[in-house]
């Protein structure tokens, strides 16, 4: 089935670096990526929709110069977040859908826990 | 009131128990989906529904379209079973999902 990998799976920081998290789909092209963020015990909050070849949608309230999303081909898609703070940390979450037909299953990334300290 | 409900929040059984998880939406939708988290927090596509029943070894899934409502069952519930289970609706041809606040399973041995 399709898989998409994400790495890193954790990731610590110090505020003010930047961290960089890569989804890739193996064996699928994925023309649209979505990005989760995941605060403790809550849903999946839908960060911005990235498009390969153009600029990500993002969602109401998320800063596009803080979380910057890169989809520069139909298999890699990343986001970065910038200037990290106490507050970025959280799990996210990658998603992708198979650009084939009209089956609109949706795979996920296995995450990464971003601990910014 | 959320587009998704899902309910119970969190449900405890005993191993081998028949389990059954709710969700109920408010908008007209193109497809449904249940997901399934670990602990670890990788997020497994259990099914995706339009109309009907689809069943994949112990898990069962129903959506009921005019009631707008969709239940998972899960048979002969096992100790792995353990995770969080989430609904999740999108809308017409946006590929946006809506989800549900998730259900926390515990099966105990």
């Known amino acids: 089935g399709a898989v998409v990998s994400q790495h890193p799976s954790r990731v610590i920081c110090k505020s003010g670096t930047s961290v960089k998290i890569e989804c890739r789909s193996l064996?699928?092209?994925?023309?649209?990526m979505f990005w989760y963020r995941q605060f403790p015990k809550q849903s999946l909050m839908l960060m911005a929709t990235?498009?390969?070849?153009?600029?990500?949608?993002?969602e109401q309230g998320v800063e596009k110069d803080k979380f910057l999303i890169n989809h520069a081909s139909l298999t890699l898609s990343t986001l970065t977040v910038t200037s990290a703070h106490p507050e970025d940390s959280s799990f996210y979450i990658c998603?992708?859908?198979?650009?084939?037909?009209?089956?609109?299953?949706?795979?996920f990334g296995s995450g990464t826990r971003l601990t910014v300290v | 009131k959320n587009e998704v409900e899902q309910s119970p929040q969190n449900l405890t059984a005993q191993e081998g128990e028949f389990i059954t998880i709710n969700c109920s939406y408010s908008?007209?939708?193109?497809?449904l989906h249940w997901l399934q988290q670990h602990p670890g927090g990788g997020i497994v596509s259990l099914f995706m529904?339009?109309?009907g029943k689809k069943k994949h070894g112990r898990l069962i899934a129903t959506i009921n379209i005019q009631e707008k409502h969709s239940s998972l069952h899960i048979t002969a519930s096992h100790p792995r079973d353990s995770a969080v289970y989430i609904c999740?609706?999108?809308?017409?041809?946006?590929?946006?999902?809506?989800f549900g606040t998730g259900t926390r399973l515990t099966i105990i041995p």
């Open positions: 998603s992708a859908r198979d650009a084939s037909g009209t089956n609109y299953g949706y795979t």
């Open positions: 990235s498009n390969e070849g153009s600029k990500a949608t993002y």
């Open positions: 908008v007209g939708i193109s497809a």
């Open positions: 064996d699928f092209q994925a023309t649209t």
């Open positions: 529904l339009s109309s």
């Open positions: 999740a609706v999108r809308s017409g041809g946006n590929e946006k999902l809506t």
